[in-house]
């Protein structure tokens, strides 16, 4: 029942604003590899989460093979991980996946925003409910998260929500 609830509260928000629009296209090998969670508007599995880090593998069939590998709560916490498969929606340039974590479930994933040289990605959701600010590296510069914050923000999403994530990088 609470899970029926979230997607219907998503929705209802979600129609008061414009969908997420994504980058005009993703160079999928290029984005394949190690990001690590800068910041997020976490799922409940991640709002406890410190050396966050998504790895996506290209698979044979085009699928993408998803690994994400935290720390739940502290730096000296067990890694837990969660691993799931990317679909890529055919037509949208491979900036929007559903990921599938539990069958039949899809979860949409957008890439809204990708720096030219594939250092830095923002994934959003046009529910505005979730979202990553990921990077190749453990941290970025201040001027650099403080600009990722303010397109998150023109996106729609409320900031205060947002969550830095603990990083002591690299990743082991």
């Not at 890529?88 to 925003?113: D, E, F, I, M, R």
């Amino acid at each position: 029942m609470t899970f029926g609830l979230i997607i219907v509260s998503a929705c209802v928000h979600a129609g008061s604003l414009p969908p997420i629009k994504p980058v005009a296209h993703v160079d999928l090998p290029r984005f394949m590899g190690a990001w690590y969670v800068i910041a997020t508007i976490p799922t409940r599995f991640e709002k406890n989460a410190y050396n966050a880090v998504e790895t996506y593998t290209m698979q044979p069939d085009g699928n993408i093979y998803t690994a994400f590998r935290f720390n739940n709560g502290s730096f000296n916490s067990p890694v837990k991980a969660i691993h799931s498969t990317a679909f890529v929606k055919k037509g949208s340039g491979n900036a929007v996946w559903g990921v599938q974590v539990l069958w039949p479930v899809k979860a949409q994933y957008v890439v809204a925003y990708l720096k030219e040289d594939y250092s830095q990605v923002i994934v959003a959701r046009d529910a505005r409910d979730y979202t990553w600010i990921m990077a190749r590296t453990p941290t970025v510069s201040q001027a650099d998260y403080d600009a990722l914050m303010e397109r998150v923000k023109q996106l729609g999403y409320s900031l205060k929500d947002v969550r830095k994530v603990p990083q002591q990088g690299p990743e082991t």
